[in-house]
Structures are given as C-alpha cells and as structure tokens.
C-alpha cells in the first residue's frame, strides 16, 4: 500500500464499517464501526508520508515497533495502544493488513455496547 486511497479502499472491506471525516482538516479521514462509533484507523498526510494510526495490543505494540522502522508510538493517541505506521516501504503490506485487522477487532466491542 502506497496511497491514502489504498488504505482508505482495504478499510472499507472490513464489515459494518464507514469512513468518515470529523476535523476541518479533510487530510484526516477515519475509518469507524457502524455500531458502536469507534475509530479503528486514523489515515492522514504528515511530514509529505501518508500514516496511519492504529490501536495494537499492549503485548505486540513494542515488537511492531522493533520490527520495522515505519512503526511509531501513536501520533496524538495513548502510546500504550496505538501505533503510527508510516507508508515508508519498510512495513511490507501484509503486516499492514495484519495491524489493521488487529486494530478492527480491538475496536469492534463485545456486540452489547453501553
């Protein structure tokens, strides 16, 4: 994955889904959950790189960022639960599959939501 757009389009394959753009900024786009509202992908330009941030699992978060360079501690979220990947090339696209997929299921809630 190169661009914003691809993000944007592998994101909105996931079920029950849609995007959205809640700032002024329209270089932020966030992918939500129907249900319970929640953000799951955070997609933006920063510094000319398109990221993206994603909530990670406290046990995998200091191994993605190990891993590869492109995986940074979350811009403007809690660090101990996201994480920023920057389209860099040094992340290969099924890692990025891979987080976003985490990043869906740790955002989708239990099916009852308060």
């Not at 944007?8 to 959950?33: A, G, M, S």
């Not at 501690?73 to 696209?93: C, F, I, M, R």
């Amino acid at each position: 994955m190169k661009t914003k757009k691809d993000l944007i389009t592998y994101c909105l394959t996931y079920k029950d889904v849609y995007e959205d753009y809640p700032f002024r900024d329209h270089e932020w786009t966030v992918i939500r959950h129907r249900g319970n509202k929640r953000v799951f992908a955070w997609i933006y330009r920063r510094e000319e790189q398109v990221c993206i941030n994603l909530k990670c699992a406290p046990e995998w978060i200091e191994f993605w960022r190990n891993a590869y360079s492109g995986v940074r501690p979350g811009y403007h979220l809690n660090k101990k639960h996201w994480n920023t990947v920057v389209l860099d090339g040094s992340v290969p696209d099924k890692d990025i599959k891979r987080m976003i997929g985490e990043s869906y299921d740790l955002t989708r809630g239990s099916g009852k939501e308060r």
